[in-house]
Structure formats: structure tokens, C-alpha cells
């Protein structure tokens, strides 16, 4: 395999058994696991959001990261707070855990040594952080596991590029906003439902507000499902999103 393999040709699920073994043997030794939702983003995109944008963040990363391959997308998370919202599947916390125990545990089996977990919707960063130490635990300790779990960061290279792309970096709330809406136009544009666009909520989240989401649901602070403001999207800001996040994550792994 050449370090200049397309995305396609790292995924492990695209790949036969004596495929992923000569990569483990020509040094491919790390390996990234995407995490995704299929939850509500507002009226105007689908519901697989979330795991299309750990799809194409995965494929941006292997290439930054070099000698990666990509495990295939864990695409339901922890969503219990968009349940309220039709079409929202959610995994209880024990549940998303087990999964990526077996799936840390299998790729240690096979020769991984640098197994990396970052999703796309930031709603699993909090469970990934608690569950770190046990996924730790559950692999020899040569192999080396890590989680990226930084939501301030993950939002503040958001509003960056989208200012940077000319759009509005207070439109980024962080759900079906201008950020994920654009991400989608880049994406997945046919998915988009134009003339749904609707203005949620607007500015930063108080600790009060985020506890009270937690507990009752996203519609105990925006009744449509949005945090932010999808108007102003394009794809441009999507391609400068995705960019922007891929080099965060690709950044923080690769220390």
C-alpha cells in the first residue's frame, strides 16, 4: 500500500483479510474510529449528519496522519437528548461503550498499536471522555488508545472558518447551524432541504441551559432543533469546516 492509497483504499471493510494484514506489516499500525448519530438536525438536513461528517473527517485525517487505516464508522451514538424529535435513534452510554471495547479489543488482536476515537457529533465527547480509561484497560499496554474530546476547541475552529469563508461565526451554534448545514452542502448537498432553513437558538449555552438539555431534552432550549443559524450556508464554509476540524484532530493525534 502507498502512503498516497485514496480514502477508499484504508477503509477497512473495502479491504480483504491478507490486505489489512500486509498493512499491518508495512507499518500501518494505527488505526482511527469514527463515531457518529442519526438524530435530528432540525427540518432541513437528514439525519445522518453526524455519521457522514466522521466519514469524511476519517478520510481527511488517515491522509494527514499517514499510514492509517480507518475502521468502519460506529454510526448511532449517545443522542437521548434529540429522542423528543422523530427518527432519533439513541444508544444508552453502556451500550456505545461496548461497542467500541470490541472493536479496540479486535484491532489490538490483529497488530494495531494506536487505535483513535473522535466523532462527529459532539454530543459523544463527554462518554468517550468517561469511557477512555476502561477502553485503556482492556488492551495490552503496548497498545496505545486515545480519544479527542475537546468541544470548545471543536467549535471555535467552526467559527474561525466560517468567518474565515466569509459567513457568520455567530451562526454557529453547533447543531443544524450554519457550520453543520454547510458541511451537508459539501457533502451530501442534495439532502439539504433549502427552504426549511429556521433561525434556532442564538448565542452560547448557559450551564443552566445545558443541564436542563441534558435532563429534558434539546427542546427544553430550541424548539425546532437547532442551535445556531443555518442561513449563510454554503458549500465553501462546509469544505473550510471540514478542513479545519480534520487538521484539529489530526494535530491533537498526532502528538
Known amino acids: 500500500m502507498a502512503e498516497s492509497a485514496s480514502p477508499e483504499e484504508v477503509r477497512l471493510e473495502l479491504m ?58 460506529i454510526r448511532v451514538g449517545c443522542s ?31 497488530g494495531f498499536k494506536r487505535i483513535l476515537l473522535f ?7 463527554p462518554v468517550l471522555r468517561d469511557m477512555l480509561p476502561r477502553l485503556r484497560h482492556g488492551v495490552p499496554p503496548e497498545v496505545e488508545i486515545d480519544a479527542f474530546c475537546d468541544s470548545i476547541a471543536w467549535i471555535d475552529r467552526w467559527r474561525n472558518a466560517v468567518r474565515d469563508a466569509g459567513g457568520d461565526p455567530n451562526a454557529v451554534g453547533g447543531h443544524a447551524d450554519i457550520a453543520e448545514t454547510s458541511l451537508m452542502m459539501r457533502l451530501r448537498p442534495e439532502s439539504v432541504r433549502l427552504d426549511r432553513f429556521e433561525v434556532g437558538h442564538l448565542g452560547a449555552l448557559s450551564e443552566e441551559q445545558l443541564e436542563l438539555m441534558w ?33 484539529l484532530l489530526a494535530a491533537s493525534f498526532g502528538k
Do not use: W
Request: one cysteine or more.
Open 16 to 73: 480483504s483479510f491478507e490486505e489489512v494484514s500486509t498493512a499491518l506489516a508495512q507499518g500501518y499500525l494505527t488505526v482511527l474510529i469514527p463515531c457518529g448519530a442519526i438524530e435530528q438536525h432540525g427540518p432541513h438536513l437528514p439525519l445522518c449528519m453526524d455519521a457522514d461528517h466522521a466519514d469524511a473527517l476519517a478520510a481527511k485525517v488517515a491522509r494527514h496522519l499517514g499510514r492509517t487505516l480507518i475502521a468502519p464508522t
Open 80 to 110: 437521548a437528548h434529540h429522542l423528543a424529535l422523530s427518527g432519533t435513534i439513541s444508544l444508552r452510554p453502556e451500550t456505545f461503550e461496548a461497542i467500541c471495547l470490541d472493536y479496540c479489543t479486535s484491532l489490538a488482536r490483529h
Open 119 to 125: 466523532s462527529g457529533h459532539i454530543g459523544n465527547f
Open 215 to 247: 435532563k429534558r431534552g434539546i427542546q427544553s432550549v430550541t424548539r425546532n432543533g437547532i442551535i445556531g443559524d443555518p442561513h449563510g450556508s454554503t458549500a465553501e464554509i462546509g469544505e473550510r469546516c471540514l478542513a479545519a476540524i480534520a487538521n
